[in-house]
């Protein structure tokens, strides 16, 4: 990667213009899609995301083409000239696999493993909050993908984000990545019901990034492979901040929407600017140092 930035999973990571336009005019040092699933899905009615005073609320309800559906788009992928992460998702550790399986033929330059997701054959108990779980779902798919690197991104619903990152360790994650959106709800007063057609939603943007720093940070305490740390960034001093408590690269979805699709070279500039004033040569001299 040219600079430590990644487009988060969601946000304009559709289809192969717009990712192309993020790494070019955004100026990302990688790209992720859109998380990929087993079956064609439409995802939630409208409305479906909320701007609010501290973040973003959206209950798009993970809608795909499916797997099986995205083979002109993977033509275009596959003479991309910018690193791409796939991201994909299932509602059981087979659909993972099946999915890794399909998606992995194209190769991506890694695949991240959306563990946020419900499962279904536990009730809608989402995968990542639980360390056997999520664990079933890393080895099943590092099994389907060989030497493509495996990033598995957590959830903050895990009471104990760190045993979870650990047990993905153990089966075969090569990274991590924290955190998703946090799940809320607002109501409007006036028509005296929730915001979104869906009731709820998950949280982003500004109010999610000191939940997300103190995930990523006790990540760094529990694990050796590197975070992909997100949640709430969109200044270079955001982004500082991760890199302080153990990312070694950082995602960026709703900043997008704050500042506009270059939020990347923006957040490059200030990050560099700031390493300008405080002397340092190299991210890695402050990599996790606020454990120190
Ligand atoms: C509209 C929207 C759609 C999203 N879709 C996905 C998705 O498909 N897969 C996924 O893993 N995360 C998804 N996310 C979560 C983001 O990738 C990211 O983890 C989260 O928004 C926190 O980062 P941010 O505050 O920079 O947006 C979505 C977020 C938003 C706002």
């Known amino acids: 990667m040219r600079n430590p930035t990644v487009l988060a999973s969601g946000i304009l990571g559709t ?16 790209v992720t899609m859109k ?100 664990a079933a779902v890393v080895k099943a798919v590092k099994k389907e993908i060989g030497a493509i690197p495996l990033i598995a991104k957590l959830t903050q619903q895990a009471w104990n984000i760190g045993q979870i990152a650990i047990a993905c360790e153990k089966a075969g994650a090569d990274a991590i990545s924290a955190i998703n959106t946090v799940p809320s709800m607002l109501i409007d ?53 991760f890199v302080m408590a153990g990312a070694t690269a950082v995602g960026i979805g709703s900043g997008v929407h704050y500042r506009g699709i270059d939020v990347f070279k923006k957040v490059c500039d200030e990050m560099e600017q700031w390493m300008r004033e405080n002397r340092l040569d190299n991210l890695e001299e402050i990599m996790g140092c606020a454990h120190e």
């Open 15 to 30: 289809n192969f213009e717009l990712m192309k336009r993020v790494f070019e005019e955004g100026g990302a040092g990688a």
């Open 35 to 134: 998380s990929i699933g087993p079956a064609e899905r439409m995802g939630h009615a409208n409305p479906s995301v909320m701007e609010w005073e501290h973040g973003l609320i959206n209950a798009v309800g993970l809608p795909t083409p499916g797997f099986r559906n995205m083979e002109e788009e993977w033509r275009e992928l596959e003479k991309r000239d910018f690193p791409l992460i796939a991201s994909i998702y299932g509602a059981s550790v087979e659909e993972f696999a099946l999915v890794a399986k399909s998606v992995a033929l194209h190769r991506p330059d890694a695949i991240e493993v959306n563990i946020s997701c419900p499962n279904t054959k536990k009730e809608g108990m989402v995968f990542g909050v639980n360390a056997e779980d999520s």
């Open 189 to 241: 007063i006036d028509a005296r019901k929730p915001v979104l057609a869906n009731k709820f939603g998950g949280l982003s943007g500004p109010a999610v990034k000191p939940i997300a720093l103190k995930c990523v940070y006790q990540i760094f305490e529990a694990v050796k492979i590197p975070i992909l740390g997100m949640g709430g960034i969109s200044t270079g001093k955001d982004a500082i901040e």
